[in-house]
């Protein structure tokens, strides 16, 4: 039978605790909750009214059930409130020593029986448990941030933890509606030994200045469908515990310089730009604790005003390639209005673009998303040729042909000869760099990479690449390019991975040599992340889907070009690709696919 728990304390009621307490007391339980002073309680309180009152606005909760939630609130100034609770979860700021004094005391206080549980994130549960006469009864509930909202639990049980205790806290999360993942005690523990790496990366390639706070957002958000990007997130939990977390998981795991915290996050803190619970971090806020962003000296001009800023009139578009990316491309500039020329290397690759164009445009006619005249005016619109010279009279040329730089540069020069003077010619690639094909004309301020994403007709984020030769014009000619088509244009430097690549499959490595290190499981790592981060999908599935060849090169590029020692392929990777297990597409790659 599991324990059963009628009271339970929640020890600091900030970001986390607050949500915490909501969690408890919507499921019926009772909770004293428990603040260092009068002022940090009536916080508290105020986050949970309001959290609560918007639950109620939006008929997610009824007034009378908001109202038996608070009844079942004892808002209290010390621990000694806490004899009579059957656990107690604490979540104070993220700092061993005041963890380790907290529990020394609820060690005191609370019953012999009671559960001590800490939501620490990145911390030792077993330093912290031995701070107590009884570590087997101290286990880590960590819950995700907003606490009501986010689905899982990892229960983290170091090597004293009784069986017990673990079994009925599972049992607990059940109760709670959540779904836990039960784990060894290692720093960073799944979700954020995952996300936390990501995190620090964005804000580094902010500080460099390497794209705007909305750029990386924005390509995190439309490229990899996360619910946040990385830095609107790490307002969220907070750029002070953001700050110990990386500190403490670069201490204990391993001492990864990923996870040495960028010095703009040390100094953001000490200026008391804490994220969303200060009303100011990466973005400035309506007022401290609110989520609404609101302008600020760094916003960015309204998009027109932009867009108008030199950039080049563009009618007509060649596509120079006959694959996925390229099909795809031609489709997407003839139906926003644009005259478009392909050029594939024969009649016979021509013809086959052709047709898959026409099937596209047709599934777009009977999903009811286009109009048949529509249909018939962008494929009208578009010229097939096999010969480069046709494209003589373009105003913009988009390269998406194989993967190889010595095509590429190749092609760039016969564009160069060929193509009138003031043409923008744009590259796909997701690898190469983009100045080493610039260089391969005499006009390299007029090339830029345009990095559309697949299926280019429905993703709707293409990376702009500027290299250290692109022009302003071009640039804002490729912006401007980019709202015509009804995408959103991110700008980035010439770098391995540009925005989306350079965070994604890092992360994704990092997922694999989790599962290398039999710290969790392909299912577990999974749940973690689509749980806690809201992650469409998980990094197992997801290279499952992208192909494990593919980013097996990609990780390569970014290992090659950033020398970053972390960046280092996974091992596991590189022998599943070895065996043929490649994904989906061969129907084994980290799961088999053939049995499901
Ligand atoms: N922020 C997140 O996204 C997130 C997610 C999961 C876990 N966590 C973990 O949760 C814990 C709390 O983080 P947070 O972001 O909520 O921090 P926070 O700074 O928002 O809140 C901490 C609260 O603890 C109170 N406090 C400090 N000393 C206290 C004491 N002696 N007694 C009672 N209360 C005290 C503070 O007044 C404050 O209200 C940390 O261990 C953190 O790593 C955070």
């Keep these: ?9 929640v020890v600091g009621l900030g970001t986390m605790g607050a949500g915490i307490v909501e969690v408890f007391a919507r499921n019926g339980v009772d909770v004293t909750a428990v603040e260092i002073s009068d002022g940090a309680l009536e916080r508290g309180r105020a986050t949970l009214t309001g959290s609560t009152d918007r639950a109620v606005a939006k008929g997610k909760l009824a007034e009378a059930e908001r109202d038996a939630l608070l009844a079942r609130v004892d808002f209290r100034v010390g621990l000694d409130a806490l004899h009579d609770v059957d656990l107690v979860i604490e979540a104070v700021p993220e700092h061993l020593d005041l963890k380790q ?79 836990d ?18 995190l620090n990366h964005a804000v580094g390639m902010f500080e460099a200045r390497y ?57 953001m803190v000490t200026a008391g730009l804490l994220g969303r619970k200060s009303g100011r971090g990466f973005y400035t806020y309506e007022r401290p ?17 932009a867009l108008a800023d030199g950039a080049r009139a563009i009618a007509k578009v060649g596509v120079v390639g006959s694959g996925t990316m390229a099909t795809g491309i031609i489709e997407v500039f003839a139906k926003a209005g644009y005259e478009v020329v392909s050029v594939t290397r024969g009649a016979e690759k021509s013809a086959k673009v052709c047709e898959a164009v026409k099937t596209s445009l047709n599934k777009g006619v009977v999903r009811g998303k286009l109009s048949e005249t529509d249909r018939d005016d962008a494929l009208g619109r578009i010229t097939w040729s096999a ?38 010619l744009a590259t796909t690639t997701s690898s190469l ?3 080493d094909v610039a260089m391969a004309t005499q006009r390299p301020a007029d090339v830029v990479g345009l990095h559309f994403f697949n299926p280019a007709p429905i993703m709707p984020l293409v990376e702009i690449v500027q290299t250290i030769r692109t022009s302003a014009e071009t640039s804002a000619t490729a912006r401007a390019v980019c709202a015509k088509l009804g995408k959103t244009g991110v700008v980035c430097g010439d770098r391995s991975g540009f925005i989306v690549n350079a965070l994604l499959f890092p992360y994704l490595n990092d997922a694999v040599k989790m599962l290398e290190a039999s710290y969790s499981t392909a299912d577990d790592i999974d749940y973690a992340m689509k749980l806690g981060c809201g992650y469409p999908m998980g990094p197992f599935e997801l290279l499952d889907v992208v192909g494990l060849d593919v980013s097996l090169a990609i990780q390569r590029e970014l290992y090659l070009e950033l020398r970053e020692p972390g960046f280092a392929p996974a091992p596991l990777l590189e022998h599943l690709v070895t065996a043929g297990y490649l994904g989906r ?11 499901r």
């Design 585 to 595: 597409k061969t129907g084994r790659g980290f799961r088999d696919h053939t049995r």
């Design 181 to 198: 993942v039960t784990i060894s005690d290692r720093a960073g523990f799944i979700a954020n030994a995952l996300l936390f790496g990501y």
């Design 289 to 305: 604790g609110s989520p609404k962003v609101v302008p600020d000296e760094y916003t960015p001009l309204a998009a027109d005003a």
């Design 433 to 435: 760099p983009v100045i």
């Design 1 to 9: 039978m599991a324990r059963e728990f009628t009271r339970v304390g």
């Design 387 to 424: 010969t480069l010279e046709h494209l003589a009279d373009v105003d913009l040329v988009v390269e998406a042909v194989i993967e190889e730089l010595s095509v590429k540069k190749a092609l760039f020069a016969s564009l160069d000869e060929i193509c009138k003077p003031g043409v923008v």
């Design 101 to 179: 004094r907290i529990f020394a005391e609820l060690d005191r206080v609370c019953k012999p029986e009671a559960i001590l549980a800490t939501n620490t994130s990145s911390l030792s549960v077993t330093e912290i448990s031995v701070a107590t006469t009884r570590p087997n009864q101290v286990i880590g509930i960590h819950f995700f941030n907003p606490a009501p909202v986010m689905k899982l639990v990892e229960v983290v049980r170091t090597v004293v933890t009784s069986a017990d205790v673990v079994a009925d806290v599972e049992a607990l999360c059940e109760r709670l509606g959540k779904v």
């Design 211 to 267: 794209a705007t706070r909305e750029d990386i957002d924005a390509a995190m958000k439309l490229g990899c469908g996360l619910p946040m990007g990385p830095l609107a997130l790490m307002d969220l939990i907070g750029l002070d515990t953001a700050y110990e977390i990386l500190d403490t998981m670069y201490r204990r795991g391993g001492r990864d310089r990923r996870h040495a915290p960028a010095p703009l996050l040390k100094q």
